[in-house]
T-cell receptor
Framework: DTGVSQNPRHKITKRGQNVTFRCDPISEHNRLYWYRQTLGQGPEFLTYFQNEAQLEKSRLLSDRFSAERPKGSFSTLEIQRTEQGDSAMYLC????????????FGDGTRLSIL | AQSVTQLGSHVSVSEGALVLLRCNYSSSVPPYLFWYVQYPNQGLQLLLKYTSAATLVKGINGFEAEFKKSETSFHLTKPSAHMSDAAEYFCAVTPRGNNNDMRFGAGTRLTVKP
C-alpha cells in the first residue's frame, strides 16, 4: 500500500491558462474522489468515480472542470480558462468497495492563480 | 441531507492536558462518522471511524471518540496532548449505504502549548 499519490504538489499559473492534475489511487481501490479545499474550510466534494465511470458531479464542478479515469486506475482533473477563484488545494481520495470503507487522501495539489 | 458542525475553529491546550474537539452531526438516516487530521501542506489522514459497531471508537495516536445518538455528537478526545498533535482536525459524515457522499466540517485547529 503506497498511498494515494498526487502530482504536481504545487502549480502556479496565470489566469486564463489550462491546468491538469493527476491522481494515482491505492491500487486495489475502485472508487476515486476529487475534492476542493480552500483556506480555513473542510474539503468540498467535486466528483466521484467507480472504476472508470463518473457517477456523481457536484454543482461546484463548472463546465470549465473535467475529470477522467480512463482505465479505472489513475485520474486527471483539468481546469480550463482558470480564474482567481480556482485557487485552492485539490485533494484526491480513494476507497474500496463497501459502504463502511473510509476514504484515503493524497497530499493534494495546491493551485495558485496569478 | 447530512452535515457536521465543529464547535470551535481554534482550540488551544497545554502539553499533557486533555484534548476535546467537538463535533455534532445532522443526518436524516443513521450515519457513519469519521475524524481526520491534516498537517500543513498535507492531505487528510484517517484517525478513526464509527460504522455502527462499538459506540466508543479508538483510533491512532491515542485518540478516541464516542458516538452519542441522543446528543447527535461524535466528540474527539485524547487524555494527554503532545506537541505533535498540533494540526487541523476534521469531522466528517456519510449516510449509511453511500460513502461517496461525505460531508466535512469546517475544521478545528489544535494548538499545543509547551
Amino acid at each position: 500500500d503506497t498511498g494515494v499519490s498526487q502530482n504536481p504538489r504545487h502549480k502556479i499559473t496565470k489566469r486564463g491558462q489550462n491546468v491538469t492534475f493527476r491522481c494515482d489511487p491505492i491500487s486495489e481501490h475502485n472508487r476515486l474522489y476529487w475534492y476542493r479545499q480552500t483556506l480555513g474550510q473542510g474539503p468540498e466534494f467535486l466528483t466521484y468515480f467507480q472504476n472508470e465511470a463518473q457517477l456523481e458531479k457536484s454543482r461546484l464542478l463548472s463546465d470549465r472542470f473535467s475529470a477522467e479515469r480512463p482505465k479505472g486506475s489513475f485520474s486527471t482533473l483539468e481546469i480550463q480558462r482558470t480564474e482567481q477563484g480556482d485557487s485552492a488545494m485539490y485533494l484526491c481520495a480513494s476507497s474500496s468497495t463497501g459502504w463502511d470503507q473510509p476514504q484515503h487522501f493524497g497530499d493534494g495539489t495546491r493551485l495558485s492563480i496569478l | 441531507a447530512q452535515s457536521v458542525t465543529q464547535l470551535g475553529s481554534h482550540v488551544s491546550v497545554s502539553e499533557g492536558a486533555l484534548v476535546l474537539l467537538r463535533c455534532n452531526y445532522s443526518s436524516s438516516v443513521p450515519p457513519y462518522l469519521f475524524w481526520y487530521v491534516q498537517y500543513p501542506n498535507q492531505g487528510l489522514q484517517l484517525l478513526l471511524k464509527y460504522t455502527s459497531a462499538a459506540t466508543l471508537v479508538k483510533g491512532i495516536n491515542g485518540f478516541e471518540a464516542e458516538f452519542k445518538k441522543s446528543e447527535t455528537s461524535f466528540h474527539l478526545t485524547k487524555p494527554s496532548a503532545h506537541m505533535s498533535d498540533a494540526a487541523e482536525y476534521f469531522c466528517a459524515v456519510t449516510p449509511r449505504g453511500n460513502n461517496n457522499d461525505m460531508r466535512f466540517g469546517a475544521g478545528t485547529r489544535l494548538t499545543v502549548k509547551p
